[in-house]
């Protein structure tokens, strides 16, 4: 014959199904009284409702400080001076000297343009590191090199527009004189500013080249 539930909830009197590990009759309970029962170990002081440190709407996840992913993302980049409405004051830029609301890192206090500037120096140095190069002295920038070389192309002879993208055919790029796999270094003194489409055009031949124009 088919079986039944013939299990009482201890709570509300629902019939469940008896299995080999279930709680003796009078201490089973269903899982909709589960549900709404805390755990033992639960501190209930965690779940009282709390403002949203964004847009101010309660929520009650004791392991989040905002209601949603929209103002976690919102309140990204935020700190310490601005969770207590401190306002923030400007400092200038270690490397510039603008003024900025960026916060301090390990190697200084950067604007945005100086960040990021060194950020792409990094890359450009780690990767000369893995094809090879061998390291000599401080990383060099893409600014100072075109600053040096007044942002003309050393290869083809034309000026070299900052503003665009860095993927941009006619973008600034640094050209290594003597080539990584030659045995060329990633110091500034074997660097000349070059387009993209220029320094892809040449590859690894020789230093001296005809204008590319």
């Given at each position: 014959?088919?079986?039944?539930?013939?299990?009482?909830?201890?709570?509300?009197?629902?019939?469940?199904?008896?299995?080999?590990?279930?709680?003796?009759?009078?201490?089973?309970?269903?899982?909709?009284?589960?549900?709404e029962q805390p755990h033992p170990y639960s501190?209930?002081?965690?779940?009282?409702?709390?403002?949203?440190?964004?847009?101010?709407?309660?929520?009650?996840?004791?392991?989040?400080?905002?209601?949603?992913l929209a103002c976690a993302r919102r309140g990204?980049?935020?700190?310490?001076?601005?969770?207590?409405?401190?306002?923030?004051?400007?400092?200038?830029?270690?490397?510039?000297?603008?003024?900025?609301?960026?916060?301090?890192?390990?190697?200084?206090?950067?604007?945005?343009?100086?960040?990021r500037a060194r950020r792409r120096a990094k890359?450009?140095?780690?990767?000369?590191?893995?094809?090879?190069?061998?390291?000599?002295?401080?990383?060099?920038?893409?600014?100072?090199?075109?600053?040096?070389?007044?942002?003309?192309?050393?290869?083809?002879?034309?000026?070299?527009?900052?503003?665009?993208?860095?993927?941009?055919?006619?973008?600034?790029?640094?050209?290594?004189?003597?080539?990584?796999?030659?045995?060329?270094?990633?110091?500034?003194?074997?660097?000349?500013?070059?387009?993209?489409?220029?320094?892809?055009?040449?590859?690894?031949?020789?230093?001296?080249?005809?204008?590319?124009?």
């Amino acid at each position: 014959m088919p079986r039944h539930p013939d299990l009482p909830c201890a709570r509300c009197g629902t019939l469940l199904w008896r299995g080999r590990g279930s709680l003796p009759e009078g201490q089973a309970v269903c899982r909709a009284c589960r549900r709404e029962q805390p755990h033992p170990y639960s501190r209930p002081e965690l779940h009282v409702p709390r403002p949203c440190s964004q847009c101010g709407r309660p929520f009650t996840d004791p392991a989040l400080r905002t209601c949603s992913l929209a103002c976690a993302r919102r309140g990204m980049g935020t700190n310490l001076r601005r969770l207590n409405d401190v306002p923030e004051q400007p400092m200038p830029c270690d490397t510039c000297g603008e003024l900025t609301a960026r916060g301090r890192n390990q190697q200084g206090r950067f604007c945005e343009a100086c960040a990021r500037a060194r950020r792409r120096a990094k890359d450009r140095r780690a990767a000369a590191v893995r094809r090879g190069a061998a390291v000599v002295g401080p990383r060099p920038l893409l600014e100072d090199v075109a600053r040096r070389d007044g942002w003309r192309c050393h290869l083809c002879a034309r000026l070299v527009d900052p503003t665009l993208y860095f993927q941009h055919r006619d973008a600034a790029t640094l050209d290594h004189l003597v080539p990584v796999s030659a045995g060329g270094t990633d110091e500034a003194s074997n660097l000349a500013l070059a387009h993209r489409g220029c320094n892809s055009r040449r590859g690894t031949r020789a230093l001296v080249q005809p204008a590319l124009s």
